[in-house]
């Protein structure tokens, strides 16, 4: 038996490789398909990494510029911000030199109605103290008026 023990354990050894050999390039096989897939997969997704990173750079660009023109943008409403509060000083500036115009003529105006009153008063012969009364003017003034306005007609 020592004699046909050694081939036949030998052609066991022999199938049992081959089997071994048989399955290992059956799994090669699986596992290359899948490794494919893998690798397909692997190529995919740095496509899609690579076109994020694209996306992802012209949004940069794009948030840049928008962050200039938003900083221009700032610097021009700021000028014209002050150049506005420039002009609304001046205007009620103007205004309030207006109002202290108009305030001016109205008392102007208030003081010719007295004096106008007075004149005529001193032109009919009035005596000084109806004058002062009725006119609401100092004394002195009514003195002036009177004896301008009383000689004129007596001349």
Excluded: W
């Excluded at 610097?75 to 108009?102: A, D, Y």
């Excluded at 002195?140 to 306005?149: G, K, R």
């Amino acid at each position: 038996m020592s004699l046909l023990a050694a081939p036949i354990i030998a052609i066991f050894a022999l199938i049992v490789s081959v089997l071994c050999f048989v399955i290992i390039l059956v799994l090669i096989k699986r596992h290359s398909a899948k490794f494919a897939v893998y690798e397909s997969q692997s190529q995919t997704h740095e496509l899609l990494v690579n076109n994020l990173q694209s996306a992802n750079d012209k949004l940069n660009v794009l948030v840049r510029e928008l962050l200039l023109k938003q900083e221009q943008t700032l610097t021009e409403n700021t000028l014209v911000s002050k150049q506005l509060e420039h002009r609304i000083k001046s205007i009620q500036s103007q205004t309030n030199s207006h109002k202290e115009l108009i305030s001016q003529l109205q008392t102007d105006q208030g003081d010719d109605k007295f004096y106008s009153r007075a004149i005529k008063l001193a032109k009919t012969g009035a005596d000084i103290n109806e004058i002062v009364t009725e006119c609401e003017l100092p004394y002195a003034e009514v003195e002036m008026l009177i004896s301008v306005y009383q000689n004129k007609d007596m001349r």
